[in-house]
């Protein structure tokens, strides 16, 4: 996990120089981040099905991944001119499954001492679509495979802004994103419930009423998962 952060750490001061930006306008977020790192063990192919993981982008900010030595599995879309990307921290729109049967997937062959990275949602809504999230899936290989994903997020209480604003209207609660976009892709899963049956939502609320001291915009622009309206955020 260490060497993972180091990494991510690396990537993210080089990304705020390539963007023109003070070295530690991304490390800012991430200091006490949200990190956590995924071991995934996928299955051999059977006659029934080949789908691994459907297409879909990662909610937070930068993704590191190693894969084995099988292949045959990760999909990534890259950018395409004119093609509209969701935004997924926005309670109107999902990335989820979208444009998983298109035909524009390119392979990520695995390299030996090589790592994969990916730019997530928060790198879209920070850039204003500068820098997109990527999409990926994965298919199921002719044998059992296995690969890691560390994310490296920002701090659970972080406020995150698009690149150049000071205006709360236009930021979002991490703490509250993150916790959304779990609840909404794991509806099933016991900790989504017991988030519900314990009332763990007003705990976040005030996390997120101390991140935000004022109160936010009440225009009519779109919202996130807990209704709060943007100030005409953009990152199509």
């Known amino acids: 996990m260490d060497q993972s952060g180091d990494v991510g750490h690396r990537i993210l001061r080089l990304t705020a120089l390539g963007l023109g930006q003070d070295i530690d306008a991304f490390t800012r977020l991430t200091d006490d981040g949200w ?4 071991v995934l063990r996928f299955p051999a192919a059977s006659t ?14 930068l993704v590191i991944a190693a894969q084995d030595e099988v292949g045959q599995a ?5 950018p395409i001119p004119r093609e509209s990307r969701n935004r997924n921290w926005l309670a109107e729109e999902s990335a989820a499954g979208a444009y ?14 090589t790592f994969t990275v990916f730019p997530g949602d928060m ?3 920070i850039t204003g679509g500068e820098l997109l999230s990527t999409p990926h899936k994965v298919k ?12 490296h997020e920002p701090n659970f209480q972080a406020v995150v802004r698009p690149l150049g604003s000071t205006d709360d209207a236009e930021s979002l609660h991490y703490g509250s994103h993150f916790t959304s976009m779990f609840t909404r892709c794991y509806p099933d899963r016991i900790t989504t419930q017991r988030i519900h049956a314990e009332g763990r939502l007003s705990v ?11 109160p936010r915009s009440s225009g009519t622009g779109p919202t996130d998962h807990f209704g709060v309206r943007f100030g005409g955020v953009s990152s199509r």
């Open 35 to 38: 990190h956590y790192l995924r």
């Open 48 to 61: 029934t099905s080949e789908r691994g993981i459907g297409a879909h982008t990662d909610y937070g900010l």
């Open 74 to 78: 990760l999909h990534i879309r890259p």
């Open 100 to 113: 998983e049967d298109d035909d524009k997937w390119t392979y990520v062959k695995p390299v030996p001492h």
């Open 123 to 125: 790198f879209q809504f």
């Open 140 to 151: 199921l290989a002719d044998k059992e495979r296995y690969a890691f994903a560390y994310f």
């Open 204 to 214: 976040l609320e005030k996390l997120r009423m101390k991140a935000f001291p004022s």
